[in-house]
Nanobody, 122 residues
Framework: QLQASGGGSVQAGGSLRLSCAAS????????MGWFRQPPGKEREFVAH????????AYADSVKGRFTISRDILKNTAYLQMNSLKPEDTGVYYC?????????????????WGQGTLVTVSS
C-alpha cells in the first residue's frame, strides 16, 4: 500500500527526491515518516510530517538538508534530500503511523513501503 521510489546513486553534494505513493486507502489521517537503514546498521529515523502537513521533525543528522512534505490529494509523501553525504547511504523506507505520539519510533508505524536504495559516493 506504500510504494517508495526515487532512490539512486549520486555524488556527494548532490540531490535526490524520494516519493512515497499510497494506494488502497487514504493516509490523510496518518503521520507519514521516512526511515533509513545504512549498510550493516539498524534502521533509523529520518523525518516525519503531521496529518495536516503543519508539523515536521527531522533527525539531527539531516536537519537543514532534507525536507519532508506531503500532498494529501495525491496521497503521496516526499523527501527532498540536498547536500547529500556518503553517510546518507542506505535503504530508505516510508511509513505511515496512526499513533498519537513518539513518531521517531519505528514501532509506532503501521504501514511500510518496500524501501528504495540511496547510494552517495564521495
Amino acid at each position: 500500500q506504500l510504494q517508495a521510489s526515487g532512490g539512486g546513486s549520486v555524488q556527494a553534494g548532490g540531490s535526490l527526491r524520494l516519493s512515497c505513493a499510497a494506494s488502497g486507502r487514504s493516509f490523510s489521517s496518518h503521520i507519514m515518516g521516512w526511515f533509513r537503514q545504512p549498510p550493516g546498521k539498524e534502521r533509523e529515523f529520518v523525518a516525519h510530517i503531521g496529518r495536516s502537513s503543519g508539523s515536521t521533525a527531522y533527525a539531527d543528522s539531516v536537519k537543514g538538508r532534507f525536507t519532508i512534505s506531503r500532498d494529501i490529494l495525491k496521497n503521496t509523501a516526499y523527501l527532498q534530500m540536498n547536500s547529500l553525504k556518503p553517510e546518507d547511504t542506505g535503504v530508505y523506507y516510508c511509513a505511515a503511523s496512526g499513533a498519537t505520539y513518539d513518531y521517531a519510533n519505528a514501532g509506532r508505524y503501521d504501514y511500510w513501503g518496500q524501501g528504495t536504495l540511496v547510494t552517495v559516493s564521495s
